[in-house]
């Protein structure tokens, strides 16, 4: 008899009863043992095997037990058990806090007779055949419930207990399709960059101990190395990193800046292995670049600067360069996979085919499906052309990042996060078994997940049956669309978008930029300010959405810096201050002092008061890492100490350096001095006469 027909046979009873009139009498639980208050022993999944259970299966589980309590466990026995089938997702989503019975069926008992010290730990391994769970045939297809616990043998007293799922589906279906996105992506990690040729300077050394052995893109790089050639992953790569590697293993190596002080950069020849690495993998699956420095789209947008966050063609042929392989542009995944419609007619228009959508993107992604969870994929209207929606899965997304975390995930580790994802997988699976449907896995964009799921779940695509694996491109392509609705850009959506303040400093950047750029020849224009281009760049990234003081750090660090360079040339003024004019029309001597290694127009702007001008004496050159003078026409027409203000600009008005307060003397009579005094002195003559 099935599962299902039991429980059906027992609220048959249980209605019968009720009818009747007759008392209902709990019947006793064969396989049930009184639990103890709390668990003095935690119990820590390592292996459960096989991945895909069949009915002739042994299942195999390996688990650490520690006794965490302050006394001996005595003689011990440990044994698998499972629940009653699971037929619903929502069913299975509920399992996750209330946790169902498992007392329908049980392998034998594994004897621990030492039993565990306070303190101890010990590995066991356990088997059973799935023919002891009653896991046979057709009829039992499904999910189940499933704990490995840990029994005293003096009073049954159950002591621990690891819960998890166990799928079971039958051979020959056709199954689902995973878009499994493959994240290879960091946040920047140096300011404006240095001139071809020279050491690179970076603001700290992350990005080194990431590549390196067992640091975050190590990691999830050698997951993907390690699937076979029947797995397709989607890797997303940003054109910044990869350059940044590229400098950290160039001949001129690279430098690091921290607290004023600069030091060697060690890890050359882990960014060499790294791209070496990835270079060799990239062939094998789809590779997908993201605008330089993975901007923030919508932010940009809103702040009237999307230009930023557009692809431009040196970034992707310089990736091809490294890498050997061609991005291709034609997957589009925004930040939080959340876009608004203006947003998404550029990406469209930039060539995006695909776009990675978070579910609450779209109007009705909400919406039952006939009792099955809907394929991933949705039409995608643009002003600009025809894209598809790759939508990805809440629950599947909440797993991935539950699994991901090092603490607060799975309290039995990494093998019990990958079993619920796949548990989860199977059961939608399990909704139409034989529909061509797809469904996209979009990790956490910059995932730090244990190596271990990150190889396993990597792996699940390539030995689970049940489970194939496409490609982003691929899946847009080859599978029917369902429609989801119209875009939407939730409100909690703008909220994580990077801050006005940090993009109101970006575009301060941008036109002290531009403003100085018209000091400069072209060529010294591309050498001192074309590093400030793909530093505003860095600026929008979207890493700084989960970083937003140092993201608002690394704009102020651009302002200090352009503010610097613009004030490297000024007005420089004698030791005292002051100035004498002798005459009425003696002109004014300023000096102008350039610490640049370029030249650099200027013009001199200078506020007086009344009865002193100046004219414009237009612009000047300043040489290089020199001075000039300049002879300023003035005027005067009294006597006295005049407060003038004289302020070096860019030809265009903007200001350059500190503005200098100078004291002017004048001893000479101006034109209406001199009349003055000429009809007093007639006055006096008549008076006389």
């Known amino acids: 008899m099935s599962d299902r027909m039991r429980r059906f046979g027992g609220a048959v009873a249980v209605a019968i009863a009720l009818v009747a009139g007759l008392p209902l009498t709990a019947a006793p639980a064969a396989a049930a043992a009184p639990t103890a208050p709390a668990a003095p022993v935690s119990v820590t999944l390592e292996t459960l095997e096989p991945h895909d259970v069949t009915a002739d299966s042994t299942i195999r589980v390996t688990a650490v037990l520690k006794n965490t309590s302050a006394q001996s ?10 629940g009653s089938v699971l037929d619903t997702r929502g069913e299975l989503q509920a399992a996750d806090t209330d946790v169902p019975g498992t007392a329908f069926a049980g392998g034998p008992a594994l004897p621990l007779p030492a039993g565990l010290d306070p303190g101890r730990s010990i590995r066991v391994r356990y088997e059973t055949a799935a023919a002891d769970l009653a896991l046979t045939g057709f009829s039992s297809t499904g999910v189940y419930p499933v704990a490995l616990t840990v029994q005293r043998v003096d009073d049954g007293i159950e002591l621990g207990r690891l819960s998890t799922l166990l799928p079971y589906l039958r051979s020959g279906i056709a199954g689902i399709r995973a878009t499994l996105l493959w994240p290879l992506l960091d946040r920047p990690h140096r300011l404006t960059g240095t001139a071809p040729g020279k050491p690179e300077i970076f603001i700290d050394d992350q990005l080194a101990r990431s590549v390196s052995a067992g640091g975050r893109l190590d990691t999830l790089l050698g997951a993907a190395e390690s699937v076979t050639g029947r797995v397709r992953l989607t890797l997303v790569v940003d054109p910044e990193t990869i350059e940044a590697l590229d400098r950290m293993r160039s001949p001129a190596g690279y430098r690091v800046s921290a607290g004023g002080r600069q030091a060697v950069g060690t890890g050359g020849a882990a960014a060499t292995a790294w791209l070496a690495r990835l270079a060799a993998i990239a062939p094998k ?51 939080d996979g959340q876009l608004t419609d203006t947003a998404l ?30 394929s991933g994929v949705s039409p995608l209207p643009a002003l600009s052309g025809q894209a598809v929606a790759l939508v990805s899965d809440p629950v599947v997304e909440s797993l991935l990042r539950r699994g991901s975390l090092r603490k607060g995930g799975f309290a039995g580790g990494s093998r019990q996060a990958e079993q619920r994802l796949l548990a989860e997988l199977a059961m939608i ?20 997940p244990p190596a271990a799921y990150a190889r396993a779940l990597a792996a699940d695509l390539a030995r689970i049956p049940w489970l ?15 429609d989801r609705g119209a875009l939407v850009y939730p409100a909690d959506a703008r909220r994580r978008e990077l801050p006005a303040t940090q993009l109101t400093g970006l575009g301060s950047v941008q036109s002290q930029v531009a ?7 072209n060529e010294d224009a591309a050498t001192e300010l074309g590093p400030y281009g793909d530093a505003v760049r860095r600026a929008s990234s979207s890493a700084w959405r989960t970083a937003l003081p140092s993201g608002q750090s690394y704009v102020n660090r651009l302002l200090r810096q352009i503010g610097a360079l613009r004030g490297s040339v000024t007005v420089s003024t004698s030791a005292t201050g002051d100035y004498t004019l002798a005459s009425s029309d003696s002109p004014l001597l300023l000096t102008v002092e350039n610490t640049l290694t370029v030249p650099v127009n200027v013009r001199i702007r200078l506020n007086t008061p009344a009865g002193f001008t100046t004219d414009d004496v237009g612009v000047q050159q300043i040489p290089p890492r020199g001075k000039r003078s300049v002879q300023v026409p003035a005027s005067v027409q009294r006597t006295g100490t005049f407060s003038v203000t004289v302020q070096a600009t860019t030809p265009t008005g903007g200001p350059l350096g500190r503005d200098v307060t100078l004291s002017v003397r004048s001893t000479a009579y101006g034109g209406l001095a001199l009349g003055i005094t000429g009809l007093a002195f007639a006055v006096l003559v008549l008076a006389v006469l």
Do not use: C, I
């Not at 100085?516 to 020849?521: E, I, K, N, Q, V």
């Open 285 to 335: 699956h789809l590779l997908v670049a993201t605008p330089y420095a993975d901007p923030d789209l919508v932010a940009l947008e809103r702040g009237g600067n999307a230009a930023l966050g557009r692809f431009q063609a040196p970034d992707v042929a310089a990736t091809k360069r490294v890498l050997g392989v061609a991005p291709s542009m034609g997957v589009s995944w925004p930040p």
């Open 429 to 448: 699976t399990a909704e139409a078994p034989n529909d061509n449907r797809t469904f996209v896995l979009a990790p956490p964009r910059r995932w730090d």
């Open 345 to 374: 007619d550029d990406v469209v228009a930039q060539g995006a085919s695909a776009v990675v959508l978070d579910p609450t993107a779209l109007s009705r992604s909400g919406e039952p499906d006939s009792g099955r969870t809907p």
């Open 468 to 482: 194939a694996s496409a490609d982003a491109l691929d899946a847009a392509a080859s599978t029917p669309p369902v």
């Open 515 to 521: 403003d100085f750029r018209g000091a400069l020849s």
């Open 73 to 82: 466990t005595g003689p011990l026995t440990v044994r698998l058990r499972r």
